[in-house]
T-cell receptor, first 115, second 111 residues
């Protein structure tokens, strides 16, 4: 099973500031995914991050607001830029392990509150 | 487009009771289906994964079934415990980059 270390686990931020969330995976993976979960809602995919290329953003999400880095096959960051209270959510990174036991694994989540 | 629904949205049961959570989907062309548990404010923990060719998977007190023809999966929890209280999500994979989450069922097991 894949172990994903995600940090910070929670943060309280001021409007207009930015927060960078980090995810470290214990093995090399091709694709990493970033999700947002707004209060009381299910998960929404923000973008897919492949090493060595630009991230692919879903409808409604743009790179200027959610820049993503993927410098190698075990690490990725998501930045929530110019935050507003509407950005208050849980942010989760995920990896998709292919092979015999194909499965999604998730980080422990970052609970973000924007004042 | 695949739509995934979980009913009920919330469920309360007394400790010790057996229960079933439901996950319905509209497109049977799935690759696999995964059940997750989410504690408040936390990430998701994978419980069971069923490949499209399988009918069920079991782990401890949990049993998940898959019926593609009817577009349904169920998660059976035997002898429920207060520690089972969480939100349970099903997720369907139609490919490495096509993942659809259900709306979740919030379970409360009352001691």
């Amino acid at each position: 099973s894949a172990v994903i270390s995600q940090k910070p686990s929670r943060d309280i931020c001021q409007r207009g500031t930015s927060l960078t969330i980090q995810c470290q995976v214990d093995s090399q993976v091709t694709m990493m995914f970033w999700y947002r979960q707004q209060p009381g809602q299910s998960l929404t995919l923000i973008a897919t991050a492949n090493q060595g290329s630009e991230a692919t953003y879903e409808s409604g999400f743009v790179i200027d607001k959610f820049p993503i880095s993927r410098p190698n096959l075990t690490f990725s960051t998501l930045t929530v830029s110019n935050m507003s209270p509407e950005d208050s959510s849980i942010y989760l990174c995920s990896v998709y392990r292919t092979g015999k036991n194909e499965k999604l694994f998730f980080g422990s989540g970052t609970q973000l509150s924007v004042l | 487009k695949q739509e995934v629904t979980q009913i009920p949205a919330a469920l309360s049961v007394p400790e010790g009771e057996n229960l079933v959570l439901n996950c319905s989907f509209t497109d049977s062309a799935i690759y696999n289906l995964q059940w997750f548990r989410q504690d408040p404010g936390k990430g998701l923990t994978s419980l069971l994964l069923i490949q499209s060719s399988q009918r069920e998977q079991t782990s401890g007190r949990l049993n998940a079934s898959l019926d593609k023809s009817s577009g349904r999966s169920t998660l059976y929890i035997a002898a429920s415990q207060p520690g089972d209280s969480a939100t349970y999500l099903c997720a369907l994979l139609t490919g490495a980059n096509n993942l659809f989450f259900g709306t979740g069922t919030r379970l409360t097991v009352i001691p």
